[in-house]
Each structure stands twice: as structure tokens, then as C-alpha cells.
């Protein structure tokens, strides 16, 4: 069984392979579709299969998808272009008669009034349309979006947001992989929708006393209108339309859509999910 990965350079899409790795896939059964190889010169060195695949070039997909049985869709970073991105893959894919796609996509993405969901919704119906057995992998936020800005948190002594008191689901991107890898190795090809998220959900209030405990210095969390929050942001340099984009996430959390009780990513993964101490812990190390 041949899977193949696209993004495979990227954080997420590394992590997967060393997960399969780990579960025993031979490293010539994995290829790594990224859009420079020579950023992958490190998994072809280990033996995977590294090939050129860029969502923009169709053609490109076509020859790195050639020989593979199953598929993780990484999705796109380019917002407001990943239904177009997604697609070129999907196409690419039926051209080889790949039997499985999997798609990493949003928290409750058919329901979510997240504006980011609405790219993963309109790309799960593609996947569905094209009659390959899917596997949607639900992902709530990563742990890593928060911990990544300690250094910026702790200088500041404040955490900014319009979530108020809402609890997100956040796990580590390694949690993830780990759920991404079980069903890309198992033997399941059914459809299947996981909603994927960390056993003990948050609030940021709760993270800005976690970091506060663990460093000795006072951290707080500041509600803001969402308005507000977005001019925060964009004041310290974040782009217009990504500070709109995480100011509209954080209404999302706090009407509690990126939290969930599931439980499917702690079964998937076969272990409990990162706690925030550790998290936080590993994010001050770093």
C-alpha cells in the first residue's frame, strides 16, 4: 500500500510521516507530494519517496500522486484559494484511482460559523462527490498557535482574544499526525468523519493562569469586541485580512465551536492527548 502526503515538508505533514514510520510503514511506501523537493532532501535521505507537487500545477499532482493507494489532503495555506488548490488534488487523485482520500479539515466544518470553515466545507463536498471512501479529520486548533507566542505573551504579561469564556480543543500538531497516521496504516476504507480535538478543552483565561503558574509572572487574559481584537492585531503587524480571520475564530470559540467531547482523537492517536501544562512547558523550552 502506497500512501501519499501531500504538504509533506510542511510541520504537520513531516510529523505524519514519522508516524508512519514508527507504525512500521516502509519509507519506499510513502510519498512526500511537496512543492520544492529540495526542502524534503532530509525525507528522501531516509527513503521515502519524495516528489514535486504544487496545488497551483495540476500536472505536477498528476506524476506525484502516480502508483498511490491512499491520500492525506493536507489543506492549503492560502486562504481564499483553497477550494480551487483542493480540487486540482481531488482531479489528480481520481486519475489514479486512489482508494482513499484523507482531509484535514475544521472542527464541525458542516456546521461552524468560522469563516475559515467555509473553504474545508465546500472542500469536503468536493471529496464527497468524487465517490472516493473519505476520511475527514476535523482538527480543532492546534496547541502550537498559542504556545509558539509565549516569549510575545510573557513580555506583554497579556493574552488578547474575543473568546471570552468559551473552551477550545486545542491539541499539539503531533496529537494530530498521530490520528492522520492510524488511518492512513489501518485497514479501514469506509467513509468516516472524525472530529478531532484535545481530551481537556480550555479557555484562554485558563492558559494565561497555566503560564502564570509555570513562570512566576502574571499573565491575564483581556476580552475584547471582536473588532477590537482584529485592530490589536493589526496594529502589531499582522495583515488585515488574517487579523479579521482569527478575530471571527475567536467568536467561533467562544460559542464553543472549536471544542468537542468526541474523544475520536485520543482513540485514533491510542493515547491521551497533550495536556496544557505540558504543552506550555514545551512551548517555554523552545
Known sequence: MIIAITGAAGLLGRLVI???LGRGVPASDIIAAV??????????????QVREADYDQPETLCRAFLGADRLLLISSSEAGHRI????NVIEAALSHDIRQIAYTSILHADTSSVPLAAEHKATEAIIRESRVPFA?????WYLENYTSRITQILDSGVILGAAGDGRVAAATRADYAAAAASVLAGSGTGDAVYE?????????PELAAEISRQTGTEVVYRDMSPDEYAKALIDTGVPDAYAAAMADADVGLSKGELDTDSGDLHRLAGRPTTTLADAVSAGLQT
Open 18 to 20: 514519522d508516524e508512519l
Open 35 to 48: 512543492r520544492e523537493p529540495q526542502q524534503a532532501a532530509d525525507l528522501a535521505e531516509r527513503g521515502v
Open 84 to 87: 480551487e488548490q483542493h480540487r
Open 136 to 140: 475527514f479529520l476535523r482538527n480543532s
Open 196 to 204: 478531532l480535538g484535545g481530551d481537556t478543552p480550555f479557555t484562554l
